[in-house]
């Protein structure tokens, strides 16, 4: 991955949306997961990306959703496209220099860019589903992106938990109370079941999986996920709104947290960025009492003929591959990407996640942090310390941008230091 890459180094914490549910007496758990949301209008495309870790060959997760998804409404989602919204939006570790700083017209940034495949197989249905109890109604099965889908109605969490063990399968213990609160609201489950050839060992990504479908309520559910999570949880979550309605997401329902960014970071000693960073991110989760959102990225990404989309600095290709956000539910080359970093534990997660359209158009801010250097101490401020009250600064001859043998007039040097310091994407 690219040095810029924070999320790659960040100790990953066990979340994901659904909860996963495994052969009886098997210990099955999610370690992280990426969930991509366009919204257009009342339509949400969801698309699921996520890792567990065990030794199974057979595995499910169970998943609320709002209505009765058939076939068409099923797909493979693309990892690649994931992989590239995830590293366009990552908070961003960058190194200047003097000759950076002061160069930066001429010389620009580079870009790179890591990109995964995504495994499209079809299988067909291989189990003959057992009914358990007249409690639960199976109301279409199908196959799917890989998966063996089967979409339920429940009137109680005892017969829900009834279908999956006589199916084979197991729900973490303490899980009743929390799926009966999504039957009473209405919610259907969608079980999605694999079966793989070889039980792997370590972590190993699910094939993405993509839901479509139409709902007033445009959120997340978390609480589910919990059965299934050892200890704190994490999900990231990007939002694709349109450009000219929906504009910035947020989170109604849990406090927002706010990081510092813009400034240079002091590493401890032997501590790298990524994990500096996973320290800033825990802090402050800490002080918000245990749960809360970090708004990591949020820009419009409208194309620049023979360019892209703008970025400061790249961490991907500065293009959608495809050039078109469609796969994700907005058919446009342009969109608004919200990216939110979300914590909680089995503790404080007492709501699903409630997702809001701002409205607010055109805004552009991204988490960025520059590697500590002496010299540039009069351009940006230490993290947690402010401004320096004695800065290092370049040499007089980069003032400015051009090599200069005399220094700036007072109003010159203010001029130019106030340029450099309004500098953010």
């Not at 230490?382 to 941008?401: L, R, T």
Request: proline fraction near 5%; charge should be negative.
């Amino acid at each position: 991955m690219l040095l810029t890459l924070l999320l790659a180094t960040v100790t990953p914490s066990h979340a994901f949306c659904g909860t996963f549910v495994g052969a009886p007496g098997a210990a099955l758990t999610n370690q992280s997961s990426r969930v991509v949301i366009g919204r257009d209008g009342d339509h949400t495309v969801l698309t699921l990306a996520a890792d567990y870790t065990g030794d199974l060959a057979d595995f499910a997760l169970v998943l609320p959703v709002p209505s009765i998804l058939g076939p068409n409404d099923v797909s493979v989602g693309d990892s690649t496209l994931i992989e590239w919204v995830d590293a366009y939006s990552t908070p961003r570790a960058v190194a200047y220099t003097c000759d950076d700083l002061f160069d930066l017209q001429q010389s620009g940034f580079g870009c790179g860019y890591t990109m995964g495949c995504s495994d499209s197989s079809f299988g067909g249905m291989s189990d003959v589903i057992v009914m358990a109890d007249d409690s639960v109604t199976v109301e279409a099965a199908f196959t799917a992106a890989g998966y063996e889908i089967v979409v339920l109605s429940a009137e109680e969490s005892s017969g829900l938990f009834s279908w999956l063990q006589a199916n084979g399968y197991e729900v973490p213990r303490g899980g009743d109370e929390i799926l009966q609160e999504y039957i009473d609201a209405g919610s259907y489950f969608l079980a999605a079941k694999v079966s793989l050839d070889s039980a792997p060992s370590g972590n190993t990504w699910l094939t993405p999986l993509r839901l479509s479908y139409t709902s007033e309520f445009f959120g997340l559910p978390i609480r589910i996920g919990t059965i299934s999570a050892n200890g704190p949880q994490e999900v990231i979550v990007y939002t694709i709104t349109d450009t000219a309605r929906g504009g910035e997401v947020g989170i109604a329902n849990y406090p927002e947290i706010t990081l510092e960014s813009e400034c240079m970071w002091r590493p401890e000693a032997d501590e790298d960025m990524g994990s500096w960073y996973a320290r800033e991110v825990e802090d402050a989760v800490a002080a918000a009492g245990g749960a809360g959102w970090i708004r990591e990225f949020s820009a419009d990404l409208v194309p620049t003929e023979g360019t892209g989309y703008h970025c400061d600095p790249c961490t991907a290709e500065p293009a959608i591959p495809g050039g078109s956000f469609a796969p994700f539910g907005l058919n446009s080359e342009s969109a608004h990407l919200t990216r939110i970093r979300m914590r909680y534990d089995a503790s404080t997660a007492d709501e699903d996640l409630s997702l809001y359209e701002s409205g607010i158009l055109g805004a552009s801010s991204q988490l960025r942090y520059i590697g500590y250097d002496h010299a540039l101490e009069f351009v940006y401020p230490v993290c947690h310390e402010g401004w320096v009250a004695d800065p290092g600064e370049c040499p007089s001859s980069y003032v400015g941008g051009c090599t200069m043998p005399a220094p700036m007039s007072g109003l010159g040097v203010l001029a130019a230091l106030l340029l450099l310091r309004r500098r953010s994407s």
